[in-house]
């Protein structure tokens, strides 16, 4: 009742009455009144009204104002952390230099406000939403604090007077039980309800849940009554059970609890199964449990597996999993016990609303909190993830889960905390497993039969979607902490548990090879492979390793690899594995081989610990080395194209294998796995196995022909050198047995600069990171500048003349290139094998041009690091008798020129001989104990010392060769030579001697034996399994044609014997190496050479080391001859000519024919362009050949005829036409507007050329006569039409049927041909027209040039003549049809506001101005082009390939239609004087715009037009000569109003006086005096001296400023005219300097007069003043015009400056920081892509359907206004600048570059970026020039979407 009557109440009023009352210490009345009053008003049914809420307002401020309570309670904020929460895609900072934590973030604000200079910071977009870290210590240094948090503020903040959040503890517990009520009672289970709709009951709440938010960001005291609430169990316990009379509440509580049921990992069903299980006491103990129960379900499943067949491996697995685990309640259900537990349970239960994130996060800079919340998170842990899996936006989910995580684990103190507390790591591994768990498959490696392994389904949406990242980030992040990773590290059997989790990746994604045919369907799975071995194992692996870093953790990694051994053996007996791989089967995946390789790794070098004493013995080493030995081999394999049935993505897995993100976590520890068995096991064993992995063992012969049962012939050749190549990255590489972490980093750096010249950032990210990516630190990131700048100079980013943008580079040092370029890293290392030839190409070129060898080099032989003692081992390798044979019989092989040998295997045999010289093994006594059961060919070699064995001379060898062999054949020619009886015995008889010391060389019977005795004395049960069958029975395919056959072959040679043959082979000289050689050798000259130079070094290594080698070396270069080859009898010895020899040879003879072509391109260009010659008057004249008075011929580019362009089959130029608003852009002043980047900025567009020209043009159509003003003037400065051409011609008919070819051409074009664009045929310029030749000659010639000695009043008469002549419609011909169309095409090319200017649109006179004015643009545009003046000279590239006469016939062709009604050609107005017209006006009718007010140069371009073609020379002067008149006396006019009315009266006097001198029209100061008198007549010309005037007079007038300012008034108008008559008579334009260009104008265009004065140009027909004053009155009459107005048009400037793009800051950031933010001027939002138009400064929304009209989006509205369809626009988060040309845009690049000259697309890096100014000029120089259309090349069309 009593609510009812408070409620009535006003809410003020109210407020302060119940807030005084609770103030009484006797407050339960007022407690009872405020409980009913929420009862009423917070009534759960009765939705979330925005009335509630006011009244929750009004409470809270308890009677002040809500706003001022808020001031208040922030004045008592004590909180020294920023805490600033933003959501995905807000931009953020990160300091490397300053951050603790590698997650630490800081807001835009703190950045800007604490000191990073010279701090290792970039800029990034949030993906996930983070939070600020500024004043947090735990996180990051107190020095990168800004300047807000650095104070400790707490200390001096007043205590909080206790009554002013008094209201807020009373109130706050009852709005937020409301906010989980409407939680409890909206959430449906997803199984119930179809239409769940989450979103909902979201919105509904969302005024709420803002309020919460607003009253976090109060400050410090608000969070700690939040705080207490939340965390409060008693409030909590009243008010979520509900009353008992409360019905809702019980209702809603029943929700809850049922809500809460479904929150265990194991459901309710489960638990029945393992209760036995969850009964064990929860401790440590109860872990061995799982482990047991692991181990136990791999050997039960293998007992119970005949039982119950198949079925569900994984199921019976999980159930056991999930009902041991440590700690039963990370498995049951969920109890909360205050409001934070449950409003985050409803969080995970709505999967993260962002709202309620945010609100959670704002309450972090509260310590009490933090840890309460970190508690709640963890203990809802597995929650999460069970929600995760569930839900269909996993991906916002994840991000959101992350978004929380990351603030509350990236402290280390708190991590630490919650681990011990909440044990966080039994948490985390058990959920990854119970994760990992759902999408177990029965692995299929091996003995598919027999395998009892499961690894991971990678096709499952959890793997494939990522699923798992927010918890794997987790744990990397908690791992990261050195006290969290010791304690996982010191738990054994988390250990266990975790290596269990590892083993289910290990050999998942298996590839079978297909033999038969192409894979239907090309799975993609192996991203998910691939990104789950580096996230889910590498880096927890990376992250245990820096632990491991100190001889104080040794028995940690002791611990690590003892249970990685454990596993892998757990896994080989699961998988039944023996000994030999299984057929035709790869998988990429071994984390648990590579944990282990890692941690020996770094145990052995970091820790000092003995190798030996972490090795496993000999048989599993064994089994250990076969799957990444597997690897390798496959590697091999894909590359020979032995995989392709399998389809792309096979290649795929074999690059990102060794790409650089993932190379230190896959191939690295491979190889190093690999080095340490080889180091162990028996040498000969490995060599054997490797060439057997590799298949090539039946090429290993020495007999010309064999059988290879495994491999085609055309795939040996690729697997031998595989084979070889990896044997010497085995024994090469040094990365994990020796090397110093910056000598690694020096190599990475290398050999990835030698392939490719790289930008700054792409070679951070092709150096593999020491891990942990998050981190973003390279191994000593300090010494990477300093590394980079040791073997790399910068090359500074260069213009290349095709316009193309070059970033800057890094490219290897000389001394490099000379000392350190390594090929066997680069092979390593590279992801295409393109990129090895690109590293040994430009090896090549450095050797040429520093002239140290100029053929064909060969990779050079680079020195190794020292090995690490514990590797000794590895050397044996290079010395053992299996690969001696190897290498001997490939260099027989290569000598005999057998088949699929190479110039790549001879290379790599010599590496090997070369490293086996480099590493002698030391220990020699044990290599004598005889031991003939092990080394069944001993007689091939007597030791294993490869320097002994080099000399050692092999005679006979016996092969098995099929019967067909020539050798085969020689032996039956020797029977039958022996049958005859003239042979001696003795021959026979040492033939049988032979036979028995000849060896059969099978290497793979040898290690098949030896493998069967260590199998069968270690253990007996294996050798019962089922065996693959051996091997060794391939040598004989059943059914193979011919039957092989033992031979004898008689060698006689030794390696070094077999070298020197080698030796004269690729030199092609007999005795190539004399005896004196030897003595002169200097290894160190041998460093860089081809083949023969590397077997010199060779030969030099060995004779110097040993002394016996030299003796025979000297014996054979004493008797050396010539091998015999085989004959040559099968085809397929062709093929012996190196396949790269053909290739080089092909690649010459390309190499010759592009040369070839280029010149003759040249020559070409230089006919058809006339590029560099400076003929100057040759324009457009092709046959500048013939006579002058012939026709002109062209060329057509598409036909190739020649001849003139005639009426019935015109020739055309090729012409792009586009519309410009370059001109109308030009400012007065010559320095480019500011870009604005603060609000007090602005650009005012009122001062440009078009706005001026516009007003001018509106005031004449305010007071004169319409058609009179469309000739006064011109327009095109805003949306001119520009015709530029590439200068090729084509015959018009031509054109039609190639755009006709075009039309039907499928191809995708960058370009429409329906709108009649096409690429000249030619040159492949972009264009859009033809602009037809005219027939006849090509300039006015002879007769038309001849100086005329006619008087000036004859000349004006005949001009005056020629206009009255009638425009004759031309005959109706093609030419005509064509010239009607070009017409309409330049109608066509511009908007049509461009176009109608006239008060009737459509009319003849509007037409007739747009005509002209297309002549005018063009001419500006050139000036514009030559630099505003013609100071130049002809010389220009613009004149080359100008169109202008065509244009201009065209153009006069079509404005003779219009002749000029003679009463009022201006023509008359201009030579005579008339008197009597001013009486003809009608009143009503207007009068014609006064000739001092009219446009000079439009008037001239008019009267050329209109007057019949061609124009003889002289009448062209005339014209010139009277305008000149005109304008000089409108340059005085102007000038007269811009003296002080005292200067004026002083000059009017000096004029008068001189009026009667002779010569008195020749000077101006009679003729300023003329004017002065004559204006002063009009009423107020001169009185409204506004205060501009007085602003330009405060200086004084001297003779010589008045004669500058008049020449720089008539200075437009000479240069138009002259580059008029350049292009109608091919006048030269002669250069000059700029103070002489007035008077060499002047006399070019023939106006009498000496240098000396302006005035003296002038030529008068009839008296001077007579025609001033004339025009003159022609003004005094306009009595209806605002003197105002008058004026303004009497003063017109016509000087513009060059047209410039805005001027733009220096650093980026200041535009971004602006412009990223701010709000859109046409829709207020901010724009998702706001872009920047560089023309005129607008801010626009690129893409936004906010400011969409008619289906146009703002972009591209913008281009057609601004820019007449042409658009420059920089897109703020891009960084980048797009153009738009009319219907098609590009990207042009960005004029923005970082300290390494890098663009920074998308701002993905985030560091600083620096204006570049060339850049900057080449994109301004394109715009004035209009060529973006032919430099940039990629364009596509924006359908009006941007």
């Given at each position: 009742?009593?609510?009812?009557?408070?409620?009535?109440?006003?809410?003020?009023?109210?407020?302060?009455?119940?807030?005084?009352?609770?103030?009484?210490?006797?407050?339960?009345?007022?407690?009872?009144?405020?409980?009913?009053?929420?009862?009423?008003?917070?009534?759960?049914?009765?939705?979330?009204?925005?009335?509630?809420?006011?009244?929750?307002?009004?409470?809270?401020?308890?009677?002040?104002?809500?706003?001022?309570?808020?001031?208040?309670?922030?004045?008592?904020?004590?909180?020294?952390?920023?805490?600033?929460?933003?959501?995905?895609?807000?931009?953020?900072?990160?300091?490397?230099?300053?951050?603790?934590?590698?997650?630490?973030?800081?807001?835009?604000?703190?950045?800007?406000?604490?000191?990073?200079?010279?701090?290792?910071?970039?800029?990034?977009?949030?993906?996930?939403?983070?939070?600020?870290?500024?004043?947090?210590?735990?996180?990051?240094?107190?020095?990168?604090?800004?300047?807000?948090?650095?104070?400790?503020?707490?200390?001096?903040?007043?205590?909080?007077?206790?009554?002013?959040?008094?209201?807020?503890?009373?109130?706050?517990?009852?709005?937020?039980?409301?906010?989980?009520?409407?939680?409890?009672?909206?959430?449906?289970?997803?199984?119930?309800?179809?239409?769940?709709?989450?979103?909902?009951?979201?919105?509904?709440?969302?005024?709420?849940?803002?309020?919460?938010?607003?009253?976090?960001?109060?400050?410090?005291?608000?969070?700690?009554?939040?705080?207490?609430?939340?965390?409060?169990?008693?409030?909590?316990?009243?008010?979520?059970?509900?009353?008992?009379?409360?019905?809702?509440?019980?209702?809603?509580?029943?929700?809850?609890l049922s809500a809460l049921k479904s929150s265990g990992l194991v459901s309710v069903e489960e638990k029945g199964a393992g209760a036995g299980a969850t009964d064990t006491p929860a401790g440590a103990g109860a872990l061995s449990l799982l482990g047991a129960t692991a181990a136990a379900s791999l050997e039960?499943?293998?007992?119970?597996?005949?039982?119950?067949?198949?079925?569900?491996?994984?199921?019976?697995?999980?159930?056991?999993?999930?009902?041991?685990?440590?700690?039963?309640?990370?498995?049951?259900?969920?109890?909360?016990?205050?409001?934070?537990?449950?409003?985050?349970?409803?969080?995970?239960?709505?999967?993260?609303?962002?709202?309620?994130?945010?609100?959670?996060?704002?309450?972090?800079?509260?310590?009490?909190?933090?840890?309460?919340?970190?508690?709640?998170?963890?203990?809802?842990?597995?929650?999460?993830?069970?929600?995760?899996?569930?839900?269909?936006?996993?991906?916002?989910?994840?991000?959101?889960?992350?978004?929380?995580?990351?603030?509350?684990?990236?402290?280390?103190?708190?991590?630490?905390?919650?681990?011990?507390?909440?044990?966080?790591?039994?948490?985390?591994?058990?959920?990854?497993?119970?994760?990992?768990?759902?999408?177990?498959?029965?692995?299929?490696?091996?003995?598919?039969?027999?395998?009892?392994?499961?690894?991971?389904?990678?096709?499952?949406?959890?793997?494939?979607?990522?699923?798992?990242?927010?918890?794997?980030?987790?744990?990397?992040?908690?791992?990261?902490?050195?006290?969290?990773?010791?304690?996982?590290?010191?738990?054994?059997?988390?250990?266990?548990?975790?290596?269990?989790?590892?083993?289910?990746?290990?050999?998942?994604?298996?590839?079978?090879?297909?033999?038969?045919?192409?894979?239907?369907?090309?799975?993609?799975?192996?991203?998910?492979?691939?990104?789950?071995?580096?996230?889910?194992?590498?880096?927890?692996?990376?992250?245990?390793?820096?632990?491991?870093?100190?001889?104080?953790?040794?028995?940690?990694?002791?611990?690590?690899?003892?249970?990685?051994?454990?596993?892998?053996?757990?896994?080989?007996?699961?998988?039944?594995?023996?000994?030999?791989?299984?057929?035709?089967?790869?998988?990429?995946?071994?984390?648990?081989?590579?944990?282990?390789?890692?941690?020996?790794?770094?145990?052995?070098?970091?820790?000092?610990?003995?190798?030996?004493?972490?090795?496993?013995?000999?048989?599993?080493?064994?089994?250990?080395?076969?799957?990444?030995?597997?690897?390798?081999?496959?590697?091999?394999?894909?590359?020979?194209?032995?995989?392709?049935?399998?389809?792309?993505?096979?290649?795929?897995?074999?690059?990102?294998?060794?790409?650089?993100?993932?190379?230190?976590?896959?191939?690295?520890?491979?190889?190093?796995?690999?080095?340490?068995?080889?180091?162990?096991?028996?040498?000969?064993?490995?060599?054997?196995?490797?060439?057997?992995?590799?298949?090539?063992?039946?090429?290993?012969?020495?007999?010309?022909?064999?059988?290879?049962?495994?491999?085609?012939?055309?795939?040996?050749?690729?697997?031998?050198?595989?084979?070889?190549?990896?044997?010497?990255?085995?024994?090469?590489?040094?990365?994990?047995?020796?090397?110093?972490?910056?000598?690694?980093?020096?190599?990475?750096?290398?050999?990835?600069?030698?392939?490719?010249?790289?930008?700054?950032?792409?070679?951070?990210?092709?150096?593999?990171?020491?891990?942990?990516?998050?981190?973003?630190?390279?191994?000593?990131?300090?010494?990477?500048?300093?590394?980079?700048?040791?073997?790399?100079?910068?090359?500074?980013?260069?213009?290349?003349?095709?316009?193309?943008?070059?970033?800057?580079?890094?490219?290897?040092?000389?001394?490099?290139?000379?000392?350190?370029?390594?090929?066997?890293?680069?092979?390593?290392?590279?992801?295409?094998?393109?990129?090895?030839?690109?590293?040994?190409?430009?090896?090549?070129?450095?050797?040429?041009?520093?002239?140290?060898?100029?053929?064909?080099?060969?990779?050079?032989?680079?020195?190794?690091?020292?090995?690490?003692?514990?590797?000794?081992?590895?050397?044996?390798?290079?010395?053992?008798?299996?690969?001696?044979?190897?290498?001997?019989?490939?260099?027989?092989?290569?000598?005999?020129?057998?088949?699929?040998?190479?110039?790549?295997?001879?290379?790599?045999?010599?590496?090997?001989?070369?490293?086996?010289?480099?590493?002698?093994?030391?220990?020699?006594?044990?290599?004598?104990?005889?031991?003939?059961?092990?080394?069944?060919?001993?007689?091939?070699?007597?030791?294993?010392?490869?320097?002994?064995?080099?000399?050692?001379?092999?005679?006979?060898?016996?092969?098995?060769?099929?019967?067909?062999?020539?050798?085969?054949?020689?032996?039956?020619?020797?029977?039958?030579?022996?049958?005859?009886?003239?042979?001696?015995?003795?021959?026979?008889?040492?033939?049988?001697?032979?036979?028995?010391?000849?060896?059969?060389?099978?290497?793979?019977?040898?290690?098949?034996?030896?493998?069967?005795?260590?199998?069968?004395?270690?253990?007996?049960?294996?050798?019962?399994?089922?065996?693959?069958?051996?091997?060794?029975?391939?040598?004989?395919?059943?059914?193979?044609?011919?039957?092989?056959?033992?031979?004898?072959?008689?060698?006689?040679?030794?390696?070094?014997?077999?070298?020197?043959?080698?030796?004269?082979?690729?030199?092609?000289?007999?005795?190539?190496?004399?005896?004196?050689?030897?003595?002169?050798?200097?290894?160190?000259?041998?460093?860089?050479?081809?083949?023969?130079?590397?077997?010199?070094?060779?030969?030099?290594?060995?004779?110097?080391?040993?002394?016996?080698?030299?003796?025979?070396?000297?014996?054979?270069?004493?008797?050396?001859?010539?091998?015999?080859?085989?004959?040559?009898?099968?085809?397929?010895?062709?093929?012996?000519?190196?396949?790269?020899?053909?290739?080089?040879?092909?690649?010459?003879?390309?190499?010759?024919?592009?040369?070839?072509?280029?010149?003759?391109?040249?020559?070409?260009?230089?006919?058809?362009?006339?590029?560099?010659?400076?003929?100057?008057?040759?324009?457009?004249?092709?046959?500048?050949?013939?006579?002058?008075?012939?026709?002109?011929?062209?060329?057509?580019?598409?036909?190739?005829?020649?001849?003139?362009?005639?009426?019935?089959?015109?020739?055309?130029?090729?012409?792009?036409?586009?519309?410009?608003?370059?001109?109308?852009?030009?400012?007065?002043?010559?320095?480019?507007?500011?870009?604005?980047?603060?609000?007090?900025?602005?650009?005012?567009?009122?001062?440009?050329?078009?706005?001026?020209?516009?007003?001018?043009?509106?005031?004449?159509?305010?007071?004169?006569?319409?058609?009179?003003?469309?000739?006064?003037?011109?327009?095109?400065?805003?949306?001119?039409?520009?015709?530029?051409?590439?200068?090729?011609?084509?015959?018009?008919?031509?054109?039609?049927?190639?755009?006709?070819?075009?039309?039907?051409?499928?191809?995708?074009?960058?370009?429409?041909?329906?709108?009649?664009?096409?690429?000249?045929?030619?040159?492949?310029?972009?264009?859009?027209?033809?602009?037809?030749?005219?027939?006849?000659?090509?300039?006015?010639?002879?007769?038309?040039?001849?100086?005329?000695?006619?008087?000036?009043?004859?000349?004006?008469?005949?001009?005056?003549?020629?206009?009255?002549?009638?425009?004759?419609?031309?005959?109706?011909?093609?030419?005509?049809?064509?010239?009607?169309?070009?017409?309409?095409?330049?109608?066509?090319?511009?908007?049509?506001?461009?176009?109608?200017?006239?008060?009737?649109?459509?009319?003849?006179?509007?037409?007739?101005?747009?005509?002209?004015?297309?002549?005018?643009?063009?001419?500006?545009?050139?000036?514009?082009?030559?630099?505003?003046?013609?100071?130049?000279?002809?010389?220009?590239?613009?004149?080359?390939?100008?169109?202008?006469?065509?244009?201009?016939?065209?153009?006069?062709?079509?404005?003779?239609?219009?002749?000029?009604?003679?009463?009022?050609?201006?023509?008359?107005?201009?030579?005579?004087?008339?008197?009597?017209?001013?009486?003809?006006?009608?009143?009503?009718?207007?009068?014609?715009?006064?000739?001092?007010?009219?446009?000079?140069?439009?008037?001239?371009?008019?009267?050329?037009?209109?007057?019949?073609?061609?124009?003889?020379?002289?009448?062209?002067?005339?014209?010139?000569?009277?305008?000149?008149?005109?304008?000089?006396?409108?340059?005085?006019?102007?000038?007269?109003?811009?003296?002080?009315?005292?200067?004026?009266?002083?000059?009017?006097?000096?004029?008068?006086?001189?009026?009667?001198?002779?010569?008195?029209?020749?000077?101006?100061?009679?003729?300023?005096?003329?004017?002065?008198?004559?204006?002063?007549?009009?009423?107020?010309?001169?009185?409204?001296?506004?205060?501009?005037?007085?602003?330009?007079?405060?200086?004084?007038?001297?003779?010589?400023?008045?004669?500058?300012?008049?020449?720089?008034?008539?200075?437009?108008?000479?240069?138009?005219?002259?580059?008029?008559?350049?292009?109608?008579?091919?006048?030269?334009?002669?250069?000059?300097?700029?103070?002489?260009?007035?008077?060499?104008?002047?006399?070019?265009?023939?106006?009498?007069?000496?240098?000396?004065?302006?005035?003296?140009?002038?030529?008068?027909?009839?008296?001077?003043?007579?025609?001033?004053?004339?025009?003159?009155?022609?003004?005094?009459?306009?009595?209806?015009?605002?003197?105002?107005?008058?004026?303004?048009?009497?003063?017109?400037?016509?000087?513009?400056?060059?047209?410039?793009?805005?001027?733009?800051?220096?650093?980026?950031?200041?535009?971004?920081?602006?412009?990223?933010?701010?709000?859109?001027?046409?829709?207020?939002?901010?724009?998702?892509?706001?872009?920047?138009?560089?023309?005129?400064?607008?801010?626009?929304?690129?893409?936004?359907?906010?400011?969409?009209?008619?289906?146009?989006?703002?972009?591209?509205?913008?281009?057609?206004?601004?820019?007449?369809?042409?658009?420059?626009?920089?897109?703020?988060?891009?960084?980048?600048?797009?153009?738009?040309?009319?219907?098609?845009?590009?990207?042009?690049?960005?004029?923005?570059?970082?300290?390494?000259?890098?663009?920074?697309?998308?701002?993905?890096?985030?560091?600083?970026?620096?204006?570049?100014?060339?850049?900057?000029?080449?994109?301004?120089?394109?715009?004035?020039?209009?060529?973006?259309?032919?430099?940039?090349?990629?364009?596509?069309?924006?359908?009006?979407?941007?």
């Open positions: 009742m009593m609510a009812a009557s408070l409620l009535r109440r006003d809410k003020k009023s109210t407020a302060a009455h119940l807030k005084a009352d609770l103030k009484r210490t006797d407050n339960s009345s007022g407690l009872r009144q405020l409980q009913e009053l929420l009862d009423s008003v917070l009534h759960p049914e009765r939705g979330s009204e925005p009335e509630a809420l006011e009244w929750c307002k009004w409470l809270l401020a308890g009677g002040d104002g809500f706003d001022e309570f808020c001031r208040t309670v922030r004045s008592y904020d004590n909180a020294t952390l920023c805490g600033l929460v933003w959501t995905a895609n807000f931009v953020a900072y990160r300091c490397r230099t300053c951050g603790i934590s590698p997650c630490m973030s800081l807001c835009a604000e703190c950045f800007n406000n604490g000191d990073h200079t010279g701090h290792d910071f970039n800029m990034f977009r949030s993906q996930a939403g983070g939070a600020c870290d500024c004043g947090d210590g735990n996180v990051m240094r107190e020095s990168g604090f800004c300047s807000r948090h650095r104070l400790k503020t707490g200390e001096n903040v007043p205590l909080v007077p206790r009554d002013l959040l008094l209201m807020s503890e009373m109130v706050l517990p009852r709005f937020i039980i409301t906010i989980i009520q409407y939680l409890r009672d909206g959430y449906t289970e997803p199984e119930s309800a179809a239409d769940r709709d989450l979103q909902k009951v979201l919105q509904q709440l969302d005024l709420h849940i803002s309020f919460l938010e607003e009253l976090t960001k109060m400050g410090g005291a608000m969070r700690t009554v939040l705080t207490k609430i939340l965390t409060n169990q008693q409030t909590f316990k009243e008010l979520s059970m509900g009353q008992e009379e409360n019905v809702y509440a019980k209702r809603s509580y029943e929700k809850y039960d499943s293998s007992k119970e597996e005949d039982q119950d067949g198949l079925q569900g491996v994984g199921q019976r697995k999980r159930v056991k999993l999930s009902s041991s685990t440590k700690d039963p309640s990370i498995m049951d259900t969920l109890k909360h016990k205050c409001f934070l537990e449950e409003l985050l349970f409803w969080t995970i239960k709505y999967e993260f609303p962002q709202k309620m994130v945010t609100f959670l996060l704002n309450m972090l800079p509260d310590q009490d909190y933090k840890i309460t919340f970190t508690k709640t998170f963890v203990q809802h842990y597995a929650f999460i993830m069970k929600t995760l899996m569930k839900s269909h936006e996993s991906d916002t989910m994840s991000n959101r889960i992350v978004h929380i995580s990351v603030q509350l684990f990236s402290n280390e103190e708190l991590a630490r905390h919650v681990t011990e507390e909440c044990q966080l790591l039994d948490i985390m591994v058990t959920v990854l497993l119970y994760m990992m768990e759902s999408c177990l498959i029965k692995s299929e490696l091996q003995d598919e039969e027999n395998n009892h392994h499961v690894v991971v389904n990678c096709g499952e949406a959890l793997l494939k979607n990522n699923t798992y990242w927010p918890l794997v980030s987790d744990f990397i992040n908690i791992l990261s902490h050195q006290s969290v990773a010791k304690r996982f590290l010191e738990d054994q059997s988390l250990l266990r548990l975790w290596m269990s989790f590892v083993s289910f990746f290990q050999g998942m994604n298996l590839n079978k090879r297909e033999l038969n045919e192409h894979v239907e369907f090309e799975s993609q799975t192996y991203y998910a492979a691939f990104a789950a071995e580096l996230e889910a194992c590498a880096q927890p692996m990376w992250g245990l390793l820096t632990h491991c870093k100190v001889k104080e953790t040794h028995e940690y990694t002791k611990t690590v690899v003892r249970y990685c051994l454990e596993t892998l053996q757990m896994w080989f007996d699961t998988i039944g594995f023996v000994d030999e791989p299984a057929l035709n089967q790869l998988t990429f995946h071994l984390p648990l081989h590579r944990y282990y390789a890692m941690f020996l790794s770094k145990g052995v070098k970091c820790q000092g610990l003995d190798l030996d004493s972490l090795l496993p013995d000999q048989e599993m080493l064994m089994k250990i080395m076969v799957h990444p030995l597997q690897i390798q081999a496959s590697l091999s394999e894909i590359h020979s194209n032995m995989w392709v049935r399998n389809g792309l993505q096979i290649k795929g897995q074999a690059m990102t294998y060794v790409q650089s993100h993932f190379c230190n976590s896959m191939i690295d520890p491979d190889i190093y796995l690999l080095q340490v068995c080889a180091s162990r096991l028996d040498p000969d064993y490995f060599i054997s196995s490797v060439f057997e992995r590799f298949k090539v063992v039946d090429l290993l012969t020495m007999a010309s022909q064999h059988q290879n049962a495994v491999l085609d012939s055309e795939q040996e050749r690729p697997m031998l050198e595989g084979a070889l190549t990896f044997l010497v990255i085995l024994s090469s590489l040094r990365v994990h047995l020796g090397m110093s972490d910056d000598e690694i980093l020096r190599a990475e750096m290398v050999s990835q600069l030698c392939m490719n010249d790289r930008t700054h950032s792409s070679l951070l990210d092709l150096i593999p990171e020491n891990p942990n990516p998050k981190s973003g630190v390279v191994p000593g990131s300090c010494s990477f500048e300093e590394m980079l700048s040791a073997v790399a100079d910068f090359k500074a980013p260069v213009f290349e003349p095709g316009g193309s943008m070059q970033q800057g580079m890094y490219t290897p040092k000389a001394e490099v290139w000379e000392k350190e370029f390594d090929p066997i890293m680069v092979i390593l290392r590279t992801v295409y094998r393109r990129d090895v030839q690109s590293a040994m190409d430009r090896y090549t070129a450095f050797l040429k041009q520093s002239g140290v060898h100029t053929g064909n080099p060969w990779p050079p032989y680079k020195e190794r690091t020292a090995l690490h003692p514990c590797y000794k081992g590895l050397v044996r390798l290079l010395h053992c008798k299996t690969l001696h044979i190897v290498i001997f019989t490939l260099l027989y092989k290569i000598w005999m020129d057998h088949q699929n040998m190479s110039e790549h295997v001879l290379c790599m045999v010599l590496y090997l001989i070369e490293l086996g010289l480099d590493n002698q093994v030391q220990d020699d006594k044990v290599e004598e104990e005889p031991c003939i059961e092990e080394h069944c060919h001993d007689s091939w070699f007597p030791g294993t010392s490869l320097l002994s064995n080099l000399h050692h001379v092999i005679n006979f060898v016996r092969v098995r060769v099929p019967e067909t062999a020539p050798e085969v054949e020689r032996k039956r020619e020797r029977e039958r030579e022996r049958e005859t009886p003239a042979s001696t015995s003795s021959e026979s008889s040492t033939f049988g001697q032979n036979l028995r010391e000849a060896q059969v060389f099978s290497l793979v019977a040898e290690r098949r034996r030896k493998f069967q005795e260590i199998i069968n004395r270690s253990n007996h049960e294996a050798s019962q399994a089922v065996r693959p069958k051996s091997s060794s029975s391939r040598l004989l395919p059943p059914g193979s044609p011919p039957q092989l056959v033992t031979e004898i072959l008689e060698i006689g040679e030794s390696m070094l014997s077999l070298l020197v043959k080698l030796h004269q082979k690729l030199s092609g000289k007999q005795n190539s190496l004399s005896l004196s050689w030897l003595a002169e050798v200097d290894p160190a000259h041998h460093a860089h050479g081809d083949g023969l130079t590397a077997i010199e070094r060779i030969l030099a290594k060995a004779a110097a080391r040993s002394r016996h080698s030299k003796r025979c070396l000297q014996e054979i270069c004493g008797k050396v001859c010539p091998p015999i080859p085989p004959k040559k009898n099968s085809p397929g010895d062709k093929k012996s000519m190196d396949k790269e020899e053909r290739r080089q040879r092909a690649r010459e003879r390309q190499q010759k024919l592009l040369a070839e072509f280029a010149s003759r391109q040249k020559s070409f260009m230089e006919t058809a362009m006339d590029v560099e010659s400076p003929e100057t008057d040759a324009v457009m004249e092709m046959g500048s050949a013939e006579p002058l008075d012939s026709e002109v011929l062209y060329d057509c580019v598409i036909c190739g005829q020649s001849g003139p362009s005639t009426e019935d089959r015109p020739t055309g130029l090729v012409v792009l036409l586009q519309a410009s608003s370059v001109l109308g852009h030009r400012c007065r002043s010559d320095t480019p507007k500011r870009l604005p980047t603060t609000d007090e900025e602005h650009i005012y567009p009122e001062d440009t050329c078009g706005a001026a020209h516009d007003v001018r043009l509106s005031l004449m159509q305010r007071y004169f006569k319409d058609s009179s003003c469309l000739q006064s003037v011109s327009i095109g400065w805003d949306g001119g039409v520009y015709v530029q051409t590439c200068g090729h011609t084509l015959h018009i008919d031509c054109h039609k049927s190639y755009m006709e070819s075009l039309r039907n051409d499928q191809v995708l074009q960058g370009f429409s041909v329906d709108k009649g664009e096409f690429t000249c045929p030619l040159c492949r310029q972009f264009a859009n027209s033809v602009l037809p030749c005219r027939p006849g000659r090509g300039m006015e010639t002879g007769a038309w040039h001849a100086p005329s000695n006619k008087s000036m009043s004859t000349l004006v008469r005949e001009v005056e003549d020629l206009q009255e002549q009638l425009g004759i419609f031309p005959a109706e011909s093609n030419l005509s049809k064509e010239m009607e169309s070009v017409i309409k095409d330049i109608k066509n090319t511009t908007q049509k506001k461009y176009m109608d200017y006239g008060k009737n649109p459509g009319s003849p006179d509007n037409d007739f101005l747009f005509m002209y004015s297309v002549a005018r643009t063009n001419l500006e545009l050139e000036l514009v082009h030559r630099g505003g003046n013609l100071c130049s000279g002809g010389a220009s590239a613009a004149a080359k390939r100008s169109c202008l006469n065509q244009l201009f016939h065209v153009l006069a062709m079509h404005m003779r239609l219009y002749s000029i009604d003679s009463a009022y050609n201006p023509w008359t107005r201009l030579t005579q004087s008339t008197h009597s017209r001013d009486t003809e006006y009608c009143d009503d009718e207007r009068p014609e715009v006064p000739m001092l007010f009219r446009d000079v140069p439009s008037l001239l371009i008019i009267f050329i037009l209109t007057m019949p073609q061609p124009l003889r020379k002289e009448h062209f002067t005339c014209v010139v000569k009277v305008l000149y008149s005109l304008q000089y006396t409108q340059a005085l006019a102007a000038l007269s109003v811009r003296f002080s009315p005292e200067e004026r009266l002083a000059w009017s006097n000096t004029g008068a006086a001189k009026k009667n001198t002779p010569n008195s029209d020749k000077s101006w100061e009679s003729l300023l005096g003329h004017v002065i008198s004559e204006l002063t007549k009009a009423k107020d010309v001169y009185d409204t001296s506004s205060e501009e005037t007085l602003v330009l007079s405060s200086s004084v007038w001297s003779p010589q400023s008045i004669e500058f300012s008049l020449q720089q008034f008539c200075l437009p108008f000479l240069r138009l005219s002259c580059l008029l008559q350049h292009h109608l008579y091919g006048d030269s334009l002669p250069g000059c300097l700029v103070e002489e260009e007035f008077s060499l104008l002047a006399g070019c265009l023939g106006l009498a007069g000496s240098a000396q004065s302006s005035a003296a140009c002038l030529e008068w027909n009839i008296s001077a003043l007579d025609l001033i004053s004339q025009w003159c009155s022609e003004v005094i009459a306009l009595s209806n015009t605002p003197t105002q107005q008058s004026v303004s048009l009497l003063v017109q400037d016509p000087q513009w400056a060059a047209p410039r793009l805005l001027h733009l800051p220096d650093n980026y950031n200041t535009i971004f920081q602006y412009y990223h933010r701010k709000s859109c001027t046409s829709c207020g939002k901010t724009p998702k892509d706001p872009a920047l138009c560089l023309v005129c400064g607008a801010f626009v929304c690129l893409k936004g359907h906010c400011c969409k009209q008619q289906g146009v989006c703002e972009c591209v509205l913008h281009s057609q206004h601004c820019g007449a369809a042409t658009g420059i626009f920089l897109l703020i988060n891009a960084s980048v600048i797009i153009i738009i040309r009319g219907h098609r845009f590009c990207l042009w690049g960005s004029v923005y570059l970082d300290a390494h000259g890098e663009e920074d697309r998308d701002l993905r890096r985030g560091k600083p970026l620096y204006l570049c100014e060339e850049r900057y000029r080449v994109l301004e120089q394109q715009w004035v020039s209009h060529t973006f259309d032919h430099i940039n090349k990629r364009w596509g069309p924006h359908y009006n979407g941007l």
